[in-house]
């Protein structure tokens, strides 16, 4: 907390990253977002982050946050996703390994309004509805990646469908066939 305070009292700095910082809590980022303008903020395995039962924590700076990084944050669910939509700026979100993320939480997220790189590696619960979905409502999406995902073609074929998107990555996404790429 005493760490938080410090780093909340330096206005200027518009990027931070905690990686598997393990006592960084949702309260902290709280604290944290009400005092600073981040442009960019990480915090990777920092699993205390987010309460999923709470307010998404970093709500005061929903004006100015453009890159969130959540990747292995267990805290973030679905109704998490909800609070995406009034970060104005925010082109781009990374939800690798959060597992408590569905459809339902892509259809919250598909709202986001210039949101342009999305990251859902290993969602196990993602499906080629959820995937059908964003690929419909995120005109602005230019890079996905959706690796070890247990979509089909039926995703790929929605996807074929945008006419932003550039960069699409696939790894490990075991139930696309050939079929899919034609």
Request: charged share 20%; net charge neutral; aromatic share 4%.
């Amino acid at each position: 907390e005493d760490t938080i305070a410090i780093i909340g009292n330096k206005r200027c700095i518009t990027r931070l990253r905690f990686l598997f910082c393990s006592q960084v809590t949702s309260q902290a980022l709280r604290t944290l977002s009400g005092r600073m303008s981040l442009q960019r903020l990480d915090v990777t395995g920092c699993h205390r982050a987010v309460d999923g039962n709470a307010e998404f924590p970093c709500m005061a700076l929903a004006n100015s946050l453009e890159v969130l990084n959540l990747d292995w944050v267990y805290g973030v669910n679905d109704s998490s996703l909800i609070y995406m939509n009034q970060f104005e700026k925010l082109t781009a979100l990374s939800l690798a390994g959060c597992e408590s993320i569905s459809d339902k939480g892509l259809e919250a997220l598909a709202n986001s309004p210039v949101l342009s790189v999305l990251r859902l590696p290993e969602l196990a619960a993602i499906t080629d509805v959820g995937i059908e979905i964003i690929a419909s409502q995120l005109k602005f999406l230019t890079q996905l990646r959706l690796s070890r995902l247990p979509i089909t073609d039926a995703a790929i074929e929605a996807l074929s469908k945008s006419t932003a998107l550039r960069v699409l990555s696939l790894d490990g996404c075991k139930h696309v066939t050939d079929k899919g790429l034609r």
